[in-house]
């Protein structure tokens, strides 16, 4: 295993930690929900197909997290941007996301931020279930699959 030390901040990362930590506790307590972005695309998804955005909450949360990277490259460049894989690997990838969001009930954020922050144990297993997942798929790109 190859650590690159010039890419290692842990500053900025304990920073940007904070920060997530910080807005999922205000939007918990403010709001009284989860801030598991699978629930958030789908409320605000439901309340456009009734006809309205009655869910301004969800709306605004989506719109926050849009301009977040305009409102980054105010302080600084955003990083460089490097994909190993062609579009009909990322819209599979995609696919393959969006299945394992809807069969654990919900995404990263949601189980891994708040659920494990609840002590939530279904958050432990889901969390578990995708890093092992992550795991298995990166090593069978990387060591079994031949030119890759």
Do not use: E, K
Request: with cysteine.
């Amino acid at each position: 295993m190859h650590i690159d030390w010039n890419a290692f901040t842990p500053w900025t990362s304990l920073t940007g930690g904070l920060m997530i930590g910080l807005a999922t506790a205000l939007f918990v307590l403010g709001v009284g929900r989860i801030a598991g972005i699978a629930g958030i695309v789908a409320g605000a998804l439901q309340s456009l197909r009734r006809g309205g955005t009655d869910n301004a909450v969800a709306w605004a949360f989506l719109v926050g997290l849009a301009l977040a990277p305009w409102a980054w490259r105010l302080a600084a460049p955003l990083p460089a941007i490097r994909l190993d894989v062609g579009v009909p690997g990322l819209i599979g990838a995609g696919l393959l996301v969006g299945f394992g969001v809807r069969l654990g009930n919900g995404c990263t954020s949601g189980h891994g931020v708040c659920g494990l922050s609840r002590l939530s144990l279904r958050s432990l297993v889901n969390v578990l279930a995708f890093m092992g997942a992550g795991a298995a798929t990166l090593f069978m790109l990387r060591h079994l699959i031949p030119g890759q």
